[in-house]
């Protein structure tokens, strides 16, 4: 059974940077698509971003393609986050999760339904 552990949020001030990491144990995932969703306080949960076994990959608005870096290791069997300029409305818990329903899929997945094995989340928390 795969698990999935967050960690690299924290409080940061606007503008600066966070690189969120994702790491896997249980089962390698290299072969399979994993993504990243965040919830804000109120909010429900919604998609980020997604990359392919193939490093591929999609984010959930057009206006983050450029602040939000998503990539893998897949020899570590990790996932990564990198945010660029931060924003107050980045506050959220972070979460990952893989789509373990079959490997290298034609699409990147972005409803929730498509994961599983999430992770507990990571609190990025953005002050003005």
């Known amino acids: 059974q795969v698990r999935l552990v967050e960690s690299g949020g924290g409080l940061v001030q606007a503008g600066g940077s966070l690189r969120l990491s994702c790491a896997a144990s249980?089962?390698?995932?290299?072969?399979?698509?994993m993504g990243w969703f965040r919830q804000a306080p109120g909010k429900e949960r919604e998609f980020v971003s997604a990359?392919?076994?193939?490093?591929?990959?999609?984010y959930g608005a057009d206006s983050e393609k450029g602040r939000f870096t998503t990539s893998r290791d897949n020899d570590k069997n990790t996932m990564y986050l990198h945010i660029n300029g931060l924003e107050f409305e980045h506050t959220a818990v972070y979460y990952c999760?893989?789509?373990?329903?079959?490997?290298?899929?034609?699409?990147?997945?972005?409803?929730?339904?498509?994961?599983?094995?999430w992770g507990q989340g990571t609190q990025v928390t953005v002050s003005s």
């Open positions: 999760a893989a789509d373990l329903s079959r490997p290298h899929p034609p699409t990147l997945p972005r409803r929730q339904k498509n994961y599983a094995g």
């Open positions: 249980g089962r390698p995932l290299s072969s399979y698509a």
């Open positions: 990359i392919a076994w193939n490093g591929g990959t999609a």
